[in-house]
């Protein structure tokens, strides 16, 4: 077997997959909390912006303000 020098800056070791720490569903809008019914973060706004509902479950919350 030949003999093979080891590289200054290493040897590549591929890395483990990064952890995420956020949430698996991607919010559909920034700034909106969890569904309360099922923790999903999908909650969204209707059209009219006066309900908030969840993307997910189909949970609706009353007024948003």
């Not at 590549?12 to 920034?30: D, F, H, I, L, Q």
């Amino acid at each position: 077997m030949p003999k093979v020098r080891k590289p200054k800056s290493g040897w590549y070791v591929p890395r483990k997959k990064k952890r995420r720490a956020g949430p698996r569903v991607t919010p559909s809008e920034r700034g909106l909390p969890p569904c309360p019914a099922c923790g999903e973060w999908s909650m969204q706004k209707d059209s009219s912006r006066v309900e908030l509902y969840c993307g997910a479950c189909g949970a609706i919350m009353g007024n948003s303000s």
